[in-house]
T-cell receptor
């Protein structure tokens, strides 16, 4: 069965520090990969996506993610975190062979301390 | 910037009542979706809709659920007889074409009492 794992439920970083949020997926086929962010009371905002090509993708708000097929991972990174980045981050995968649906990870709550 | 809009933002209903959650997808999008997130749990796929019919549905999407595109702009999710376990945040999403990024609305928080 398809699955997405975000091993860190909570992460706390200091403002200005670097950030890496982990995401691993389990699929037989090549997935499409996404990161979404949800601020309190808000919907899911797309940060970035990977479909094919360059395995390092740039997104909004200074985020980037790297697809590593050998590790089945798509980790999200940011070199310098801002207090406004505090939110919940969701990794999601879609597989063409399984239709249009996205399968989400459980999410990682990011706290930023000043 | 175009966005997916959902109404209402919060709905409280009594168990056994019917509810309709409404969504206006992005205007040039062709694929529409409903997802839900029970408090503390993952976001789960419910159903996808294309060309006026369901293209895929999950095990959650049983006979109590239905979707409709009643006109050229709205996309609705109906729950016929709500149960306590239907309490969740319901997200509508749309995508321009198949297997591209989906854009999500702000969600409707449904509370069944």
């Amino acid at each position: 069965a398809q699955s997405v794992t975000q091993p860190d439920i909570h992460i706390t970083v200091s403002e200005g520090a670097s950030l890496e949020l982990r995401c691993n997926y389990s699929y037989g086929a090549t997935p499409y990969l996404f990161w979404y962010v949800q601020s309190p009371g808000q919907g899911l905002q797309l940060l970035l996506k990977y479909f094919s090509g360059d395995t390092l993708v740039q997104g909004i708000k200074g985020f980037e993610a790297e697809f590593k097929r050998s590790q089945s991972s798509f980790n999200l990174r940011k070199p310098s975190v801002h207090w406004s980045d505090a939110a919940e981050y969701f990794c999601a995968v879609g597989v063409k062979e399984y239709g249009n649906k996205l399968v989400f990870g459980a999410g990682t709550i990011l706290r930023v301390k000043s | 910037e175009p966005e997916v809009t959902q109404t209402p933002s919060h709905q409280v209903t009594q168990m056994g009542q019917e509810v309709i959650l409404r969504c206006v997808p992005i205007s040039n999008h062709l694929y529409f979706y409903w997802y839900r997130q029970i408090l503390g749990q993952k976001v789960e796929f419910l159903v996808s809709f294309y060309n006026n019919e369901i293209s895929e549905k999950s095990e959650i999407f049983d006979d109590q659920f239905s979707v409709e595109r009643p006109d050229g702009s709205n996309f609705t999710l109906k729950i016929r007889s709500t149960k306590l376990e239907d309490s969740a945040m319901y997200f509508c999403a749309s995508s321009e074409v198949e297997n591209t990024e989906a854009f999500f609305g702000q969600g409707t928080r449904l509370t069944v009492v």
